[in-house]
């Protein structure tokens, strides 16, 4: 008889945390972008002491060539990399160092310079020599994809648009990753290659699937040639030989086996494409083709079923045999998003290596955010994207994303409610196109803590019920019948019946000119009844959110207001916000007050903008103050940005308004050249002595919202057609899958293989 064994199963281990820096230093033309100047880290190395915070084991970090050698290695600057490895080494985290990162090496070459893989391996020799303590190393990050837009579409340098230069950058970078791993291995014996690239997946209809089979061996196509493994009977094959390549061109290659020692899969949400010949489904600017069919190519997450990552990261073990890291995790998006987003790939990880697949580890990417990849790196605008660390306020401030890695490291299980709800790219939500497909998508949970929102009848609470359910968010909407805060026995029956996980106050008093004769009933909804609110939700450790207003400033600075400027009011609307913030932050020091100003919505329609704008339609005059400057703010934007920073946990006061400043007069004048109205009818009126000539809001905390011209623009694509239709605002199940997508955020690169120059074999 044999007895069970008494020695219980180890547990298998969780994967390892590790964290990464968008590092990119691109060429676009003859302009360099360097995503490291962008993000301020080229001058902060005390960013290392954050990430070591966080527990993260490894970190991929940059040595790259372009910054280290611009004009040669005899004229090498080491500094900057030497003082923030030695730091790195101080800290403990292992390096991941990279030599090249999207990008094609100093002016004195490019990825089709037939001497790149010699000077590429000539420079990661020195830097060996300079660290033979770094064990891991990844020459080329992604070089299937940099070859990609640089060789096949035209979009990085040098700009090809053609297989040749397609194939001149591959090589090169494959055959300089063979290259440097052998002259790093020569310094450093045990040197491992962390070998990354995109392995997103195609689908397709029926009649397209010979490309979507063609797109889905080319993804494996730079791992291919680092194994050896591009010979006779390739599923490749046609493709080489339509393109003049025979097996001997590809010779070296098999001779020359570089095996990664570890996989590590980049993987986004657009990385997924579907294709569909059905042109009349699809916008215009998805269209394109390969010679053979004309067709549109879209993320397959807005159209069809999806693989996700667990089923990629599954497909490159059964392909190689080799240890698999997910090596970028990151997600453009609001920030519960990019929490589920996170904590799915963390899981999927698990639930691999729990299968007995050498899931090595998982990598939060762009710690500290990224710059512009809205536009592929190809225009220097500023457009931000917030990480592990959000940069808005000229110094990283922890995201809750570091908050769940943090205790993910620490093998907590994260509990925060918004978790609970599956991503957007689960929900039905996700769907822009229709592509006859049975979907099934992920129903939202029902029984959760909801996020207690007071004011169901105004501007901001009807915006934040709105936008909670677009972000999946489980909620509660109240009324003054179903929760008056001045009243103590309801204020403690609505929070012990809902039990929140947090309040958002928009209730109050908001009639400007009324409250300086209706100061009584102004101060018991501005200033009773937000201050019992703070002592109640205080008493039960509940998170809460307030909103102020511009209106405590009197106007004397004459220059935009920060979070430090002594509040002045001049008015007795005012003076209530203003003591309401002494009294809320007294009773609840964790709370978070808002101050904004100047609303205005595509959802409401009796805002300033919207009303007059009707006026003007029907050529009505528009009377406007001339003499005040204010900070107009898109209600929309608002809300995102409050929802994410309660998510955050932050608290104290924050401003948060459009960037810049403006007169009334200005902004009802910009507001209808946008919509392409005749001016001449808004008619400029002096403003009441109660109101402050200048109250404009900037902030030292994070200016987290755009510019008011890129908003008004935003505004005028939603309401447009609705202002001279009459109809009314839309809720979010009437809201357009446009302007759902716009309100929800666009994940990164959001057109991952521009349409058009990609040839299945036997096109």
């Not at 219980?8 to 969780?14: G, L, S």
């Not at 922890?398 to 299980?413: I, Y």
């Not at 009773?587 to 919505?601: H, Y």
């Not at 755009?706 to 008004?712: A, E, I, K, V």
Request: aromatic share 8%.
């Amino acid at each position: 008889m044999t007895l069970p064994d008494p020695t219980p199963a180890r547990p298998v281990e969780r994967p390892e945390l590790w964290a990464g820096i968008e590092c990119t230093v691109n060429r676009v033309r003859d302009r360099y972008s360097d995503q490291l100047r962008k993000n301020g880290h080229h001058d902060r190395i005390s960013d290392l002491d954050l990430f070591a915070d966080l527990g993260v084991r490894a970190m991929r970090y940059p040595v790259l060539w372009e910054r280290v050698a611009p004009d040669g290695l005899d004229r090498a600057d080491w500094t900057w990399s030497d003082r923030r490895l030695a730091r790195l080494r101080e800290l403990g985290i292992r390096p991941i160092v990279g030599l090249l990162h999207h990008g094609s090496g100093p002016r004195s070459t490019s990825l089709i310079d037939p001497d790149f893989p010699v000077k590429f391996a000539a420079y990661a020799r020195a830097c060996a020599e300079r660290y033979p303590w770094v064990h891991d190393w990844t020459p080329v990050n992604e070089p299937l994809t940099t070859a990609r837009f640089s060789g096949l579409y035209g979009v990085w340098y040098p700009h090809g648009t053609d297989d040749a230069t397609f194939f001149a950058a591959l090589f090169n970078q494959i055959r300089g990753t063979v290259l440097a791993m052998r002259e790093i291995r020569t310094v450093i014996p045990q040197a491992r290659l962390v070998q990354t690239e995109d392995l997103g997946k195609t689908w397709s209809t029926p009649r397209l699937a010979y490309q979507a089979a063609f797109e889905n061996e080319r993804r494996w196509f730079s791992l291919d040639l680092l194994a050896g493994r591009i010979g006779e009977g390739h599923a490749l094959a046609s493709y080489l030989q339509v393109n003049g390549l025979t097996y001997s061109d590809l010779a070296w290659f098999r001779e020359n086996p570089c095996h990664p020692q570890i996989i590590g899969v980049n993987h986004y949400l657009t990385s997924e494409r579907y294709l569909d010949e059905r042109l009349d489904r699809f916008p215009a600017d998805t269209h394109g083709g390969n010679g053979r069919h004309t067709y549109a190519d879209v993320e397959a997450v807005r159209a069809s079923a999806i693989g996700g990552p667990k089923q990629l990261l599954r497909e490159a073990w059964e392909r190689y045999s080799t240890p698999i890291a997910v090596t970028e995790t990151h997600l453009h998006c609001t920030r519960e998003e990019q929490l589920r987003w996170f904590l799915e790939v963390w899981r999927a990880a698990c639930d691999l290596r729990a299968e007995g697949i050498p899931l090595q580890a998982v990598t939060a990417w762009a710690g500290l955010g990224s710059y512009d990849w809205v536009s592929l790196l190809t225009r220097d605008e500023g457009a931000y994207e917030p990480g592990l660390f959000d940069l808005r306020g000229g110094r990283p401030r922890k995201t809750a994303v570091a908050n769940l890695v943090a205790a993910l490291g620490q093998g907590q299980e994260p509990r925060h409610p918004v978790l609970a709800a599956p991503g957007w790219w689960r929900r039905d939500i996700r769907i822009l196109y229709d592509v006859d497909q049975p979907l099934e998508h992920t129903p939202l949970p029902t029984q959760v803590a909801p996020l207690l929102i007071t004011g169901q009848t105004g501007t901001l609470g009807r915006a934040i019920a709105q936008l909670c359910r677009l972000r999946g968010i489980a909620h509660v909407v109240t009324n003054r019948s179903q929760l008056d805060i001045a009243d103590q026995e309801s204020l403690d029956a609505a929070l012990d019946r809902h039990r929140p996980w947090a309040v958002v106050n928009t209730a109050g008093y908001v009639r400007v000119a009324d409250a300086e004769t209706d100061t009584e009933r102004c101060w018991r909804e501005n200033v009773i009844g937000p201050q019992a609110l703070a002592t109640a939700t205080a008493s039960r450790g509940i998170p809460l959110v307030s909103f102020s207003s511009d209106l405590v400033f009197d106007g004397a600075k004459g220059t935009c207001y920060a979070e430090g400027d002594r509040p002045r009011p001049l008015n007795v609307y005012g003076r209530s916000k203003a003591e309401a913030e002494i009294a809320i932050l007294a009773a609840n020091p964790g709370a978070l007050i808002v101050r904004t100003a100047a609303f205005f919505s595509p959802w409401d329609d009796y805002n300033f903008i919207t009303v007059g704008l009707r006026s003007l339609i029907d050529e009505r005059s528009w009377e406007v103050y001339d003499s005040m400057v204010v900070s107009p703010t898109y209600v929309p934007e608002l809300v995102n940005a409050v929802l994410d920073l309660l998510i955050d946990g932050e608290h104290g006061i924050w401003h948060i308004a459009n960037d810049g400043e403006t007169s009334w007069l200005d902004f009802a004048r910009i507001a209808a050249e946008v919509a392409g109205l005749d001016t001449r009818l808004i008619r400029p009126i002096p403003p009441p002595d109660y109101l402050p000539r200048f109250s404009a809001l900037t902030s030292e905390r994070g200016v987290l919202l755009p510019t008011l011209d890129r908003s008004l623009r935003s505004y005028h694509a939603e309401i447009g057609p609705r202002l001279r239709s009459r109809s009314e605002s839309p809720s979010i199940g009437r809201m357009t899958a446009q302007s759902a997508r716009r309100h929800l955020g666009l994940p990164s690169r959001p057109q991952e293989r521009p349409i058009g120059g990609d040839r299945a074999s036997g096109s």
